[in-house]
């Protein structure tokens, strides 16, 4: 079976630049997280969408947005881009919108910002 | 606040020899605590999901328990390619939905 696949891979952008980041989640999976991963930290949640609505937001400034469309695959959208913004942005997907369905995660986006 | 500790950050162990990987956690109220292992260049892969303290759960080399204020990761007789970083997170009350919080990890080096 497909995990969670994530586009593109890696990214190199100029401050100031617009990024989408793509994920397609495990099949059947309805709900959909993003996190962001700096170098030697943990994942850091970001967004959570379950059936096309928003059910969760993290600490991000509103230059960072999200939408889920009705096939459940996700994008996230970053705007105005600064150089603190380069990381690994990992899309995870799980069965349930709430608690105890563990996240299954993909190998992420690397944003390179210059 | 919620917040997740791990340690220690690095462990370096010789193929045999067993250990165990710390994740102390302070939550408002804990739904679950998680494990993951991840390894260089991919995203976390889920290894155990704990709910209540007192529960262990075993996979091949890997087991987890979990009381009401740490997590332990014990690994028993760890090969090579046990290597990789393992990371610690908690579902709590506060949060909505699936939101976790995640420790920094724990970097492990098995040498044969």
């Known amino acids: 079976d497909a995990g969670v696949t994530q586009s593109p891979t890696h990214l190199i952008k100029t401050r100031g630049q617009h990024v989408t980041l793509r994920c397609s989640p495990i099949?059947?999976?309805?709900?959909v997280s993003w996190y962001q991963q700096v170098l030697g930290q943990g994942p850091q949640f970001i967004f959570q969408y379950y059936e096309k609505e928003e059910r969760g937001r993290g600490n991000f400034p509103d230059r960072f947005s999200a939408r889920q469309f009705p096939n459940y695959s996700s994008e996230l959208n970053v705007n105005a881009l600064l150089l603190g913004d380069s990381a690994l942005y990992l899309c995870a997907s799980s069965l349930g919108q709430g608690g105890y369905s563990p996240l299954h995660f993909g190998n992420g986006t690397r944003l390179t910002v210059t | 606040e919620d917040q997740v500790t791990q340690s220690p950050e690095a462990l370096r162990l010789q193929e045999g020899e067993s250990s165990s990987l710390n994740c102390s956690y302070t939550?408002?109220?804990?739904?679950?605590l998680f494990w993951y292992r991840q390894d260089p260049g991919k995203g976390p892969e889920f290894l155990f999901t704990?709910?209540?303290a007192g529960e262990e759960k075993e996979k091949e080399r890997l087991k987890a328990t979990l009381t009401k204020k740490e997590s332990f990761l014990h690994i028993t007789a760890p090969k090579p390619e046990d290597s990789a970083t393992y990371l610690c997170a908690v579902q709590a009350m506060s949060q909505a939905g699936t939101a976790l919080i995640f420790g920094k990890g724990t970097t492990l080096s098995v040498s044969s």
């Open positions: 099949s059947g999976h309805k709900s």
């Open positions: 704990l709910y209540s």
């Open positions: 939550v408002s109220g804990l739904r679950g």
